[in-house]
T-cell receptor, first 113, second 117 residues
Framework: AQSVTQLGSHVSVSEGALVLLRCNYS??????LFWYVQYPNQGLQLLLK??????LVKGINGFEAEFKKSETSFHLTKPSAHMSDAAEYFC???????????FGAGTRLFVKA | GAVVSQHPSWVICKSGTSVKIECRSL??????MFWYRQFPKQSLMLMAT?????????EQGVEKDKFLINHASLTLSTLTVTSAHPEDSSFYIC?????????????FGPGTRLLVL
């Protein structure tokens, strides 16, 4: 079975500050991990994904995430927040075994001027 | 590349009517398409998985006779909400997996907001 836990339904940061969105997962097989962003009334856009190989994954818009197997975590970071980063972020887990993709509950990011 | 469209983007209908939502992969062939439902301020809940040319696989608790899914071609899947009721009001999102990749690769449509009066 697989599951995803996103710590914090809301995160607020100041413009220019570090963004850290937390995601922990559980999976009985090696996971594929994803971060998606959703702007109001829109579908999901893939920010980055981890499948195999390098554990530090760089994505679009300056975001990156690190897969830490020992901590079962895949936290999303960005060094400097921009107003345009305000959105809902979803962590998700899947794998090659044909399991469906499971989404976390989402974290809404607020960016203060 | 990898664009998925949905039509309509929003729809308002009367209770008891049926509504069809289309999901198209515009620049790739999709062997698998997924339909999700999202309630306000909540995550996506998978409703069903459809493979081209075969019957959709519905998640537990999703009424297959209420939410009819057809995946007639490699670029088109449709979701029909039959005899819609106000509780069916929601944001419906589809995604598509290219035939050249595994199901973990999904490209999402922009969503369809359904309001049943």
């Amino acid at each position: 079975a697989q599951s995803v836990t996103q710590l914090g339904s809301h995160v607020s940061v100041s413009e220019g500050a570090l963004v850290l969105l937390r995601c922990n997962y559980s999976s009985s097989v090696p996971p594929y991990l994803f971060w998606y962003v959703q702007y109001p009334n829109q579908g999901l856009q893939l920010l980055l994904k981890y499948t195999t190989g390098a554990t530090l994954v760089k994505g679009i818009n300056g975001f990156e995430a690190e897969f830490k197997k020992s901590e079962t975590s895949f936290h999303l970071t960005k060094p400097s927040a921009h107003m345009s980063d305000a959105a809902e972020y979803f962590c998700a887990v899947s794998n090659t075994g044909g399991f469906k993709t499971i989404f976390g509950a989402g974290t809404r990011l607020f960016v203060k001027a | 590349g990898a664009v998925v469209s949905q039509h309509p983007s929003w729809v308002i209908c009367k209770s008891g009517t049926s509504v069809k939502i289309e999901c198209r992969s515009l620049d790739f062939q999709a062997t698998t398409m997924f339909w999700y439902r999202q309630f306000p301020k909540q995550s996506l809940m998978l409703m069903a998985t459809s493979n081209e040319g075969s019957k959709a696989t519905y998640e537990q608790g999703v009424e297959k006779d209420k939410f009819l899914i057809n995946h007639a071609s490699l670029t088109l899947s449709t979701l029909t909400v039959t005899s819609a009721h106000p509780e069916d009001s929601s944001f419906y999102i589809c995604s598509a997996s290219p035939r050249t990749s595994g199901q973990e690769t999904q490209y999402f449509g922009p969503g369809t907001r359904l309001l049943v009066l």
